[in-house]
């Protein structure tokens, strides 16, 4: 069954359109995250299915109810939804035991303790549930506003940049944690975030958003090696590019000379494409007479990011100091550049 289903949505602020007839599914025991640039529509999608974005067009539906469509509107307190927020939202008067019973209640007091307790377990809170929020830490606060929502046991789980108040240990601990709590409870949830590495570490797949459409969605994996387009590209991580030509089913001319595919180029022979190159692709090695000169040069640890001038463009290149004999290049070497065995990437010239 699907946990969610929205068909044709659009939305609109004074006459400018903010979704435009998007369409996404969402799976059981699913978490996607909403990715994209401030002002893609991110947040306004995830309000739209929380029903507090009214003036919409198209379906949404969850666990195939019918919530919006151009005769239906559920209101929000009736969609069986959890929402999870930045700034936690918990209630300062209230105990931790309290924040977490608050939205229940059609229970008796027997059922709430019960539920409360079972929720804090889950969050691994339950000797602080007399604290009040201001008694906690950052991390703390997150997994209450998380308990919360558990105890509702929502049919679907809303999150709007939870982690970004989180300071970057403690994010990453409660990312993977919350991660394996909604796995083994099976909870779907659709998750906003700018951070592309929140997205990588939470979600199954990332659905890439740009002015309101979702432009590409898949595993983080496949937006990074296999991108539809150079935005999507550009977006997942830097990226260099070159011209090509077709020369045959199998190969591509290039600055770099001819470059053998790992499979069928399904485009016709003489055609200019844009040959995309992620820094890994590109090897780098000493030449006193090498045709590259090194421009810029910064470690990073595991890795040198070298900034190399050839073929009058630059390139972006990574050297993995993980080898015993690793190299220390500086700014002027002449280097060689080659392009590494990899499934290529091409998009059509602008």
């Known amino acids: 069954m699907s946990a969610l289903n929205i068909q044709n949505l659009s939305c609109s602020y004074q006459?400018?359109?903010?979704?435009?007839?998007?369409?996404l599914n969402l799976h059981d025991n699913e978490i996607v995250c909403l990715l994209g640039e401030s002002g893609c529509g991110k947040t306004t999608l995830l309000r739209a299915v929380a029903g507090l974005q009214t003036e919409l067009t198209g379906q949404i539906s969850i666990r195939q109810k019918v919530l919006n469509d151009p005769q239906t509107y559920i209101p929000p307190e009736l969609r069986k939804i959890g929402l999870i927020f930045q700034d936690y939202a918990l209630f300062p008067h209230l105990n931790?035991?309290?924040?977490?019973?608050?939205?229940?209640t059609k229970m008796t007091k027997q059922e709430k303790q019960q539920r409360v307790q079972e929720v804090l377990?889950?969050?691994?809170?339950?000797?602080?549930?007399a604290r009040f929020p201001h008694q906690l830490s950052g991390g703390q606060q997150q997994r209450i506003a998380i308990a919360r929502a558990l105890a509702y046991q929502p049919d679907l789980m809303l999150l709007d940049e939870p982690f970004s108040n989180l300071d970057q240990h403690v994010r990453f601990q409660l990312i993977h944690e919350i991660r394996q709590l909604f796995k083994q409870r099976q909870m779907s949830a659709l998750f906003v975030t700018h951070s592309k590495e929140e997205g990588f570490a939470f979600a199954d797949r990332i659905a890439l958003m740009q002015a309101g459409k979702i432009v590409q969605i898949d595993t983080a994996q496949k937006l990074y090696r296999k991108p539809n387009s150079p935005y999507v590209a550009n977006f997942m991580g830097q990226a260099n590019y070159i011209d090509v030509q077709v020369v045959d089913k199998y190969s591509y001319q290039s600055c770099f000379g001819l470059l053998g595919s790992n499979s069928v180029i399904e485009q016709t022979i003489g055609k200019q494409l844009r040959l995309l190159l992620r820094p890994e692709h590109i090897e780098i090695t000493p030449d006193l007479k090498g045709e590259a000169l090194?421009?810029?040069?910064?470690?990073q640890g595991a890795l040198q990011q070298i900034s190399v001038q050839f073929a009058g463009q630059e390139f972006t290149v990574r050297y993995s100091n993980s080898s015993s004999e690793c190299l220390a290049f500086s700014v002027g070497d002449r280097v060689s550049l080659t392009i590494s065995n990899h499934e290529f990437v091409t998009f059509e010239n602008c």
């Open 15 to 23: 006459k400018t359109a903010v979704l435009e007839n998007l369409d």
């Open 96 to 104: 931790v035991f309290d924040n977490v019973a608050f939205s229940l």
């Open 121 to 129: 377990a889950l969050v691994q809170l339950s000797d602080l549930s």
């Open 294 to 299: 090194v421009k810029q040069v910064d470690f």
